[in-house]
């Protein structure tokens, strides 16, 4: 899709001037604001989530969606132009280009459904395991839109019984039978979902794979891949302790702390516009209560003061409830832009995992004993498990988040940390926040 529209962007602007000047002009192509046009257009692509590879495009949704990020990506390119005058180009031509790239986007997108609809791309996939981890993966490739897998069935270990309960795929056989199922049946990709007490039976199957012409991947790949995350009762304490090894290792660390820097000194100027104007309306509330300040824990475990703008007020029962300026606060984010202080003083940093309080921390270890993890990294304004998970009070929730939040610790990088805050801008755009 990224390929497609790369050259949906030249055409575009092909189109607009052939309509213009009756001639193909390859000169008009290559104008500094055509070049800059490539960054702008697919960068709101990807903040209005048109690069989401498991998801149905849907025709209107997904028409609003180019129709928005098109429209940003527009206005991103009319500043632009007005601080430099050789961004300028010929305004009909623009507009036409505009209106070109909007038909042809929508055309990658419906092309690219069409395509999985049919499955064409699929792959034929045996799962070896013996147990409900076994059926964790199936549901999961099951809810996953467009995952380019096709289970054939299930392979049980050679001591399990080949009555599987509670599952509508076929028992293709065992382990000892693997070899003659992948012939038989032409499979392509092999998930090995073993539990944990079953490593060196995982092991021999990887042996006996070794030669074979098809791709194996272990369940923890097999959901970083589909979800994003990282399962975490998949994983032991070892795995644990190398994780937060590594990652505090990786020398992107120190890059992380110097940009997070440069960054908040940036916004703090950009955004004291918006600040300024929050400080004026909170204070027509209270005065003195502007600010809302709370301990949370940071990297270390190291206690620290929390700084957001106040959203909730006390009700006529003497709960706390959500103000009505609280609520667009929250939408939009604004909430949290004195946090940013809290980025300069070293307390965060703009993307990790959330800063939690002394009593949600107690909660998650009764049901996640491996929750120190986090506390490997700053926590983050914003951060990958926020960006894909919605806040939550559940003991599901907790761990579900906390598997975003072993993700990030094993993968971040400055790629993985620019698309965080580009999900993050397309969720104050959107106006989602919560």
Request: aromatic content about 12%; some cysteine; hydrophobic content about 45%.
């Amino acid at each position: 899709m990224l390929v497609c529209d790369v050259g949906a962007v030249f055409a575009a602007f092909l189109c607009g001037t052939y309509l213009r000047v009756g001639a193909l002009e390859f000169r008009y192509v290559v104008q500094p604001i055509v070049w800059l046009s490539y960054i702008a257009f697919i960068g709101s692509f990807y903040i209005f989530d048109l690069y989401s590879p498991f998801k149905y495009f849907r025709p209107v949704q997904t028409a609003v969606e180019i129709f928005y990020s098109v429209f940003v990506g527009s206005l991103i390119l009319a500043a632009a132009s007005y601080f430099d005058r050789s961004l300028l180009i010929a305004r009909p031509i623009f507009v036409m280009a505009v209106c070109f790239l909007v038909l042809f986007v929508f055309c990658i997108r419906m092309l690219y459904d069409l395509l999985f609809r049919f499955r064409l791309f699929d792959k034929r996939t045996v799962i070896v395991g013996a147990g409900p981890l076994e059926y964790e993966v199936a549901r999961l490739i099951r809810r996953t839109s467009y995952s380019g897998i096709r289970v054939l069935g299930l392979i049980g270990v050679a001591s399990s019984s080949h009555e599987k309960k509670g599952s509508t795929l076929p028992i293709l056989g065992t382990t000892s039978e693997l070899l003659r199922v992948i012939n038989l049946h032409n499979v392509q990709l092999v998930i090995l979902a073993m539990e944990l007490s079953e490593t060196s039976s995982e092991s021999d199957m990887i042996g006996t794979l070794f030669n074979q012409p098809v791709q194996v991947v272990s369940a923890i790949q097999l959901f970083e891949k589909l979800e994003r995350s990282v399962p975490c009762r998949l994983v032991n304490e070892h795995y644990i302790l190398t994780l937060i090894e590594e990652a505090k290792r990786k020398q992107y660390l120190k890059v992380k702390r110097m940009l997070d820097v440069l960054c908040s000194l940036v916004l703090l100027v950009v955004l004291l516009p918006v600040s300024l104007l929050t400080v004026l309306l909170l204070s027509f509330q209270d005065m003195k209560r502007i600010f809302f300040v709370q301990k949370r824990i940071g990297r270390n475990r190291h206690p620290f003061q929390l700084f957001k703008f106040r959203s909730m007020i006390q009700g006529g029962d003497g709960k706390k409830i959500i103000s009505g300026l609280g609520k667009w606060l929250r939408k939009y984010r604004i909430d949290e832009l004195p946090q940013i202080v809290n980025v300069l003083k070293g307390d965060m940093s703009l993307v990790g995992p959330r800063p939690e309080t002394d009593n949600f921390i107690e909660r998650s270890y009764r049901y996640i004993p491996s929750y120190h993890a986090i506390f490997a990294l700053r926590p983050g304004i914003t951060g990958w498990a926020q960006v894909n998970f919605k806040h939550t009070t559940s003991e599901r929730g907790y761990e579900k988040k906390f598997c975003y939040d072993l993700y990030y610790l094993k993968n971040f990088s400055l790629t993985l940390d620019v698309s965080v805050l580009l999900k993050t801008i397309g969720i104050i755009l959107r106006g989602k926040g919560r």
